[in-house]
């Protein structure tokens, strides 16, 4: 009987910490992190992966990223668990030659970005037309 009482009390705790931990998951909180561009209009991944080009959401209301040039900033929100809303950027002012499309396209872009949804290490932001911009943890092996 003594066996049976810890072994239902075991099975409680259990039950009650998956329950919990389950109800306290969003996909905002893994937002919050730092993804690297893999896949934006007709760029190549190993272009992404030269210019180290990178969005960082860490900080919960402002979001940086790098083109390989300026420093970009924004301001972002998430609306309801799927929409998302971004300002427009603002960037230093280096001029870097053979980076300035990527740069610009991107902030172009960024603004008209409005849903999101996060597949395991994968981040993918989508406008209203369809356009998207795929992203990977940076801290995901």
């Known amino acids: ?34 993804w690297m561009l893999v896949e934006f209009k007709e760029y190549k991944k190993e272009y992404f992966v030269e210019k180290k080009a990178f ?11 790098k083109m390989g040039c300026n ?22 002012r280096m001029f870097c030659q053979d980076n300035m499309k990527l740069e610009t396209d991107f902030l172009a872009s960024i603004t008209t970005m409005n849903s999101f949804s996060i597949n395991a290490h994968k981040l993918t932001l989508t406008s209203a037309s369809g356009e998207k911009m795929v992203f990977v943890a940076q801290d995901w092996d």
């Open 1 to 34: 009987m003594k066996k049976l009482s810890i072994l239902i009390l075991v099975s409680i705790f259990t039950i009650s910490c998956n329950c919990k931990k389950a109800a306290s998951e969003t996909p905002t909180q893994n937002i919050n992190r730092v």
């Open 55 to 65: 969005l960082d959401m860490t900080n919960k209301e402002r979001a940086t990223s």
């Open 71 to 92: 420093n970009l900033s924004f301001s972002y929100s998430i609306v309801d668990g799927k929409s998302i809303q971004f300002s427009q950027g603002i960037a230093t």
